[in-house]
Structure formats: C-alpha cells, structure tokens
C-alpha cells in the first residue's frame, strides 16, 4: 500500500490562491496516473483534476482556467495550482492514485472572508 501524503491546505479568501503538494514518500509515483479529489460538507466526493504519466491533464469544468495539476517526477510528486479560489471550493481535497485506488488523508481548504 502506498502512503499519500497532502500538504499545503489552508484558509484563503476569495479571489486567493494555493498551492497543494502530494508526496509517496519511499514509492515511485511517476508511473501512475495521479488525481486530485474534493469532498464539501455535506456532499459526495468529486474529481478536481487528473495527470497522467505523460503529463496529459483533464480536469472537472468548475476548476477549468483556474486550476493546474503538474507533476515533477525528480520529486515524485504532484501538485495542484489553485488560483481565483471562491467559496464553493471549500473542500478536503484528497490526492489518489486512482487506478490503484490509494488515497491520501485529506488536507482542508477553506474559501472564506
């Protein structure tokens, strides 16, 4: 079982940005296919933002032009760039190998004035 381990949540206004990081600390991740999800209170869990091993991206259309998912293989890691952050964002967001169906636990971010 590989350990996925976000960091980088927190609270921002609207209009504010962040950036989120996922770690497999003692794996190689490069070879999966990563995913960003998000759960709001209250709600099911949603997809937020894929890439693959080639670094082909698709991402939910809520976040499309103001989100980027990057990966850095060197550092095995992957990132998502949140930028225009407005309420409706607020969320756990989770970072998963979805394909091998590991998740991380979850870092909160928080959309509010």
């Known amino acids: 079982q590989v350990r996925l381990v976000e960091s980088g949540g927190g609270r921002v206004q609207p209009g504010g940005s962040l950036r989120l990081s996922c770690a497999a600390p003692?794996?190689?991740?490069?070879?999966?296919?990563m995913g960003w999800y998000r759960q709001a209170p209250g709600e099911q869990r949603e997809m937020v933002a894929h890439?693959?091993?080639?670094?082909?991206?698709m991402y939910a259309e809520s976040v499309k032009g103001r989100f980027t998912i990057s990966r850095d293989n060197a550092k095995n890691t992957v990132y998502l760039q949140m930028n225009s952050l407005n309420p409706e964002d607020t969320a756990v967001y989770y970072c998963?190998?979805?394909?091998?169906?590991?998740w991380g636990q979850g870092t909160q971010v928080t959309v509010s004035s």
């Open positions: 998963t190998a979805p394909h091998m169906g590991y």
């Open positions: 003692g794996y190689n991740i490069n070879a999966y296919t």
């Open positions: 890439i693959n091993s080639s670094g082909r991206t």
